[in-house]
């Protein structure tokens, strides 16, 4: 390949290849992750959430402990402790 080519033959792939597959944008609200309070026993870091933050079950919530991001029960550790 003559060196003259190069340059045009990575300008069209800048060009074709993000078009080949749509990049999926989210809002605001669906990125932001509520900190756990309180100590999730291991079982509870074993429920991981999925890469979007979302969970399987309906009445759980994503949130982030020290065991990473763990889906968990509605009102079960969003409570601050006094």
């Not at 340059?7 to 074709?16: S, Y």
């Not at 749509?22 to 429920?47: F, H, I, M, R, V």
């Not at 933050?53 to 982030?64: E, G, L």
Request: aromatic share 10%.
């Amino acid at each position: 390949m003559r060196p003259s080519l190069l340059p045009i033959v990575v300008f069209l792939c800048m060009l074709l290849l993000p078009a080949r597959g749509g990049k999926k944008t989210y809002s605001q609200g669906e990125l932001l992750l509520e900190e756990c309070w309180g100590q999730p026993k291991a079982n509870d870091c074993t429920k991981r959430c999925s890469r979007t933050f979302k969970c399987v079950h309906r009445n759980h919530t994503c949130c982030w402990t020290y065991c990473g991001n763990i889906c968990a029960e509605n009102g079960k550790f969003f409570e601050r402790k006094k």
